[in-house]
C-alpha cells in the first residue's frame, strides 16, 4: 500500500494564492472586503518609514521593505524568532482599482491600506503615527 505525503505549506500556499493573489509570504495579512472598500492589514512591526515602500503597477500591490537587526557579534544567541532582512509582498488587486482611493497608514507595527474598486499606476505615501 502507497501512502502519498503531501507538503501542508505548499497546499495552504496555494490556497492562499488563490484567495489573496501573489502573495510571497501570506503570514501576517488579512485581506477583506467591507461593501465596496478592502482593507489589507499586515504586521510588520519595527520599520523604519524609510525603508517601507508600497506601488501599484496595473493590478498588482507591491509593498517592500527591510527591517534591521540589531544583532552584534558578540551576542550567543539561546533562541532567536524574530525576523529580519528585506522583504517582497505583492497582491493582486480588482483590476477596476483607483490609485486614487488608496489610503495606507502606519501604526504600532500595523500597516493597513484601504483601497475602492477603479488600476492607473502610482507610488503610495504611507502616514506613519
Given at each position: 500500500?502507497?501512502?502519498?505525503?503531501?507538503?501542508?505549506?505548499?497546499?495552504?500556499?496555494r490556497?492562499?494564492?488563490?484567495?489573496?493573489?501573489?502573495a510571497?509570504?501570506?503570514?501576517?495579512?488579512?485581506?477583506?472586503?467591507?461593501?465596496?472598500?478592502?482593507?489589507?492589514?499586515?504586521?510588520?512591526?519595527?520599520?523604519?518609514?524609510?525603508?517601507?515602500?508600497?506601488?501599484?503597477?496595473?493590478s498588482?500591490?507591491?509593498?517592500?521593505?527591510?527591517k534591521?537587526?540589531?544583532?552584534?557579534?558578540?551576542?550567543?544567541?539561546?533562541?532567536?524568532?524574530?525576523?529580519?532582512?528585506?522583504?517582497?509582498k505583492r497582491?493582486?488587486?480588482?483590476?477596476?482599482?483607483?490609485?486614487?482611493?488608496?489610503?495606507?497608514?502606519?501604526?504600532?507595527?500595523?500597516?493597513?491600506?484601504?483601497?475602492?474598486?477603479?488600476?492607473?499606476?502610482?507610488?503610495?505615501?504611507?502616514?506613519?503615527?
Amino acid at each position: 500500500m502507497r501512502y502519498m505525503v503531501r507538503n501542508t505549506n505548499e497546499d495552504l500556499s496555494r490556497v492562499a494564492q488563490r484567495l489573496f493573489g501573489n502573495a510571497t509570504d501570506p503570514s501576517g495579512v488579512d485581506l477583506y472586503k467591507e461593501d465596496k472598500l478592502y482593507t489589507l492589514e499586515m504586521d510588520i512591526p519595527g520599520l523604519d518609514k524609510e525603508s517601507l515602500d508600497i506601488t501599484l503597477e496595473k493590478s498588482l500591490l507591491t509593498i517592500k521593505g527591510k527591517k534591521n537587526s540589531a544583532d552584534s557579534d558578540k551576542r550567543h544567541y539561546y533562541q532567536k524568532g524574530r525576523h529580519f532582512g528585506e522583504f517582497v509582498k505583492r497582491f493582486s488587486v480588482p483590476s477596476n482599482t483607483s490609485s486614487e482611493s488608496i489610503k495606507a497608514s502606519y501604526k504600532d507595527g500595523v500597516l493597513k491600506i484601504e483601497f475602492a474598486e477603479n488600476v492607473s499606476e502610482s507610488k503610495i505615501n504611507v502616514l506613519f503615527n
